[in-house]
């Protein structure tokens, strides 16, 4: 199928701008009335819309690079027959369309000279300067895709390495790839599903990160087009009969349109100036929210959008909105407190409007609205002296450049293609970490951030903040409790990863269920390839070896057994035995009370005990207790830690030092690097318990230490 004739042409019968019509600019602009072999005046197309986004912009470049581009490429013509010129200023208008700068444009209309034409790169330098001759080099290193499948991998590596240093360079390749797609048709059918399945797979992704919502959206519904013809065109048709009805009074009273005019008259009524707008959906957002829903609504076809002057009009109009319209509070997300990784901003919401049809809501500055189209095309270029995001960041000393508006998960992309061991392994990480399509935010304990994917562990964290050194993390930190490696992030989170100050602690297999980002995959499972021998002690911590030969905290151990007795008390029954519950083993001076159990004896509990709380529940009548004058006590203490050699010698010898006597102690199996150490001690002053909690906290790889709480059994 021709990829012309699988982009979307049926117009919403309704108000609309919100989305840049890309194709059907460039289709006027580029192809007019004039024959194949000549285009006249065509870069006054690209000049235009330039100047529209940039009214101060110098033109005499554009076509100055436009006559070296013409005469370079003059005779070439591509497969469809048309000249090649229309190629370079095709990709060109687009990024003109998106707001790109100057520079930009420059390198676009040259991108295909130094690989195709006999113009060299020096030529570029002398005539448009060193970035624009930077950009083209950034574009010309990817050389030529031929879809194969070893070809493919490499060029994307290229690619990314290309884009860390300047995102216009991937920019550039975006707008290159929707002009390839849209003429597509002149291809082979496996040849245009082939294109088609790297384009949805690695590009459209791509451009969803990089923000460009009006490349994404295009490039789409060729895809769909290409590879489920039969279910893009049945979308086809429901577009277009949702456009133009059947001449029913339902169809005739559209619900997205009575919902959009009481909008706009709240907002009026409310004095908030505000452009309201219909969104209609594109053809892949149809489809999906078919698939969804199963049956399609009226208002399923668009989405109302609400332009507003300044960032706090958002909150306005959010507040305006759900007091006059009944919201749907699942589908608020705020997105303007909280960009997205891509730099999208937005509120987003959804009302029922009077006949009770749902319609959903994005509400945003006129500014939001260009950089949600755009994404980093919007930002301009990131290296000049005059703007501003140039001026967030200076060009390293060393002179290698780093992009400063370069977005957090391409730095973290550049990293882990440099450890990928081949392009096989490049391309599988690469695509499953392009198919998370949510990233979160966590926060450093040190005040930094981390960006991940949705999904992310506390080993995802440990990588990224620390490198190959969290190849010796124990555990971590979640929001001040203690947390296991595996345990999944949210966005908000503070996380702290923990290191062993040994060496023996390392990677375990089992980390790698946890992983989900390439860095922390691929770090893992080089260290497990470079260490086979090591992959056999489980949790990544070797076990330590007893006097008897027994590996402390991989087996239950009892080292003593405990002798009868307990702390001395005084009760409303004089004659009866006393036990001290096990559950919460109170010790002078807790404030303790007690319940009669079978035969006669009384268990001693601790008042805040929540055995207290049921029994008492159950009609249980408490019985009077209080300590007598001795002064030595027993106690139940639970330590919990990670697993390290010498661990138990070191817990035993802290407990000795602070004068507390071991009655009995026992090692539970350790559990994700956590082991549970369980104490019943003596001490001969109750006065010394506090010190002795904070001497065995302080053990190496001890994270807490508290008194036991186990269930009941009174």
């Known amino acids: 199928m021709s990829a012309e004739a699988a982009s979307p042409g049926a117009p919403?019968?309704?108000?609309?701008?919100?989305?840049?019509?890309?194709?059907?600019?460039?289709?006027?602009?580029?192809?007019?009335?004039?024959?194949?072999?000549?285009?006249?005046?065509?870069?006054?197309?690209?000049?235009?819309?330039?100047?529209?986004?940039?009214?101060?912009?110098?033109?005499?470049?554009?076509?100055?690079?436009?006559?070296?581009?013409?005469?370079?490429h003059r005779g070439q013509t591509r497969k469809s027959g048309e000249?090649?010129?229309?190629?370079?200023?095709?990709v060109t208008l687009i990024l003109a369309q998106l707001g790109a700068e100057t520079t930009t444009l420059t390198a676009s209309l040259l991108h295909d000279t130094v690989e195709d034409t006999e113009v060299t790169l020096d030529q570029v330098q002398e005539q448009f300067g060193d970035e624009v001759r930077y950009l083209v080099d950034g574009v010309t290193k990817l050389e030529k895709v031929d879809y194969g499948a070893a070809a493919e991998p490499e060029t994307f590596r290229k690619m990314l390495v290309a884009t860390g240093d300047d995102v216009r360079v991937m920019s550039i390749k975006l707008a290159d790839r929707l002009h390839n797609m849209r003429?597509?048709?002149?291809?082979?059918?496996?040849?245009?599903?082939?294109?088609?399945?790297?384009?949805?797979?690695?590009l459209i992704p791509l451009a969803e990160r990089l923000g460009v919502q009006a490349l994404k959206t295009e490039l789409e519904d060729l895809v769909f087009a290409i590879l489920h013809p039969e279910e893009y065109e049945r979308t086809r048709e429901l577009i277009a009969a949702a456009a133009h009805g059947d001449g029913s009074a339902t169809d005739r009273q559209d619900p997205l349109t009575a919902i959009s005019e009481n909008v706009t008259a709240v907002l009026r009524e409310a004095g908030i100036p505000a452009e309201v707008l219909i969104r209609p959906r594109h053809f892949v957002s149809v489809h999906r929210v078919g698939a969804k829903r199963g049956e399609l609504r009226g208002t399923d076809f668009g989405r109302l959008l609400v332009l507003v002057g300044e960032d706090a009009d958002c909150y306005a109009v959010l507040g305006e909105l759900h007091t006059c319209f009944t919201p749907v509070i699942s589908e608020f997300k705020d997105f303007v407190a909280a960009p997205k990784f891509n730099l999208y901003q937005s509120l987003h919401t959804a009302v029922v409007g009077p006949d009770g049809a749902v319609a959903e809501i994005l509400i945003r500055t006129h500014r939001m609205h260009t950089v949600a189209e755009a994404g980093v095309i919007a930002l301009g270029n990131p290296y000049a002296s005059d703007g501003a995001p140039a001026s967030q960041g200076?060009?390293?000393?060393?002179?290698?450049?780093?992009?400063?508006?370069?977005?957090?998960w391409l730095s973290r992309l550049l990293e882990w293609q440099q450890s990928a061991?081949?392009?096989?392994?490049?391309?599988?990480?690469?695509?499953?970490?392009?198919?998370?399509?949510?990233?979160?935010?966590?926060?450093?304990?040190?005040?930094?951030?981390?960006?991940?994917?949705?999904?992310?562990?506390?080993?995802?964290?440990?990588?990224a903040q620390y490198g190959d050194a969290a190849h010796h993390c124990i555990g971590a930190r979640v929001n001040g409790r203690l947390a296991t490696l595996g345990t999944v992030l949210h966005d908000g989170d503070t996380v702290q990863p923990l290191l062993a100050e040994d060496a023996a602690s390392a990677p375990s297999p089992d980390w790698l269920d946890h992983a989900r980002t390439p860095a922390a995959r691929i770090a893992i499972s080089g260290w497990l390839d470079t260490h086979p021998e090591?992959?056999?002690?489980?949790?990544?911590?070797?076990?330590?070896?007893?006097?008897?030969?027994?590996?402390?905290?991989?087996?239950?151990?009892?080292?003593?057994?405990?002798?009868?007795?307990?702390?001395?008390?005084?009760?409303?029954?004089?004659?009866?035995?006393?036990r001290i519950a096990g559950c919460c083993t109170p010790a002078p001076p807790d404030a303790v009370t007690g319940f009669v159990v079978h035969g006669g004896a009384?268990?001693?509990?601790?008042?805040?005990?929540?055995?207290?709380?049921?029994?008492?529940?159950?009609?249980?009548?408490?019985?009077?207790?209080?300590?007598?004058?001795?002064?030595?006590?027993?106690?139940?203490?639970?330590?919990?830690?990670?697993?390290?050699?010498?661990?138990?010698?070191?817990?035993?010898e802290a407990i000795a030092t602070a004068g507390a006597a071991i009655v009995s102690a026992t090692v539970e199996p350790p559990s994700e690097q956590r082991v549970r150490h369980t104490y019943t001690l003596e001490l001969p002053d109750t006065a010394g318990l506090p010190a002795l909690m904070r001497a065995m906290r302080e053990v190496p790889g001890v994270y807490d230490v508290s008194r036991a709480h186990r269930p009941a059994t009174v």
Request: glycine content about 8%; aromatic content about 4%.
């Open 12 to 72: 919403i019968r309704r108000r609309a701008r919100p989305r840049i019509d890309l194709r059907r600019l460039g289709r006027v602009a580029l192809r007019g009335s004039t024959s194949r072999d000549r285009l006249p005046d065509a870069i006054g197309h690209v000049a235009e819309t330039h100047r529209a986004h940039h009214p101060d912009a110098d033109l005499s470049i554009l076509h100055r690079a436009y006559v070296l581009a013409e005469s370079s």
């Open 83 to 90: 000249p090649y010129i229309t190629h370079p200023l095709a």
């Open 183 to 202: 003429t597509l048709g002149v291809m082979r059918p496996e040849k245009q599903a082939r294109i088609a399945k790297v384009t949805r797979d690695v």
């Open 394 to 408: 200076a060009e390293p000393a060393d002179g290698e450049r780093a992009d400063p508006t370069r977005p957090g």
């Open 421 to 463: 061991p081949d392009p096989d392994t490049f391309w599988t990480t690469l695509r499953a970490d392009l198919a998370q399509d949510r990233e979160i935010t966590v926060f450093r304990t040190d005040g930094g951030t981390l960006g991940l994917p949705a999904g992310a562990s506390c080993v995802d964290a440990a990588y």
């Open 534 to 578: 090591d992959t056999r002690a489980p949790h990544g911590s070797r076990p330590e070896r007893t006097g008897a030969g027994q590996p402390t905290g991989h087996a239950r151990t009892t080292a003593f057994a405990e002798p009868a007795g307990a702390a001395p008390t005084v009760t409303d029954r004089p004659d009866a035995s006393v």
């Open 602 to 652: 009384v268990t001693v509990h601790r008042q805040a005990c929540s055995a207290v709380t049921r029994m008492r529940s159950a009609g249980r009548t408490p019985v009077g207790v209080s300590w007598g004058e001795a002064t030595d006590c027993r106690v139940t203490l639970v330590a919990e830690s990670f697993g390290r050699p010498r661990l138990l010698a070191d817990l035993t």
